[in-house]
């Protein structure tokens, strides 16, 4: 059975850091691009970061690139997402999802966590 887990969410003040946590079972990631993916109350799904765990490659949208930085641990099939400088406007669900193939489309990945909550907030 195919699962991801998020875990790592929480409240955390402006300026703040967290680090989420998208745990596989089921399948192996080594041969599956992961994505992190957020939503907010009222907001479609935007991307926030991806890796391609063939070969590493990874994205961030320009607004987020800095701040945000995505890895992949092979040992505990796990992906994670290092949040700093947090902002209020951070706040949201975040959901891993894993594809078959490299993209930053979400609508191109197929198995979905259930999602984390991160809230920024003094």
């Known amino acids: 059975q195919v699962q991801l887990v998020e875990s790592g969410g929480g409240l955390v003040q402006p300026g703040g850091s967290l680090r989420l946590s998208c745990a596989a079972s089921g399948f192996t990631l080594d041969y599956y691009a992961i994505g992190w993916f957020r939503q907010a109350p009222g907001k479609g799904r935007e991307t926030v970061s991806c890796?391609?765990?063939?070969?590493?490659?990874?994205y961030y949208p320009d607004s987020l690139r800095g701040r945000f930085t995505i890895s992949r641990d092979a040992a505990k099939n796990t992906v994670y997402l290092q949040m700093n400088s947090l902002k209020p406007e951070d706040t949201a669900v975040y959901y891993c999802?894993?594809?078959?193939?490299?993209?930053?489309?979400?609508?191109?990945?197929?198995?979905w966590g259930q999602g984390t909550q991160v809230t920024v907030s003094s």
């Open positions: 999802a894993a594809s078959d193939y490299m993209t930053t489309k979400s609508t191109d990945f197929t198995s």
């Open positions: 890796i391609n765990s063939p070969d590493g490659t990874k």
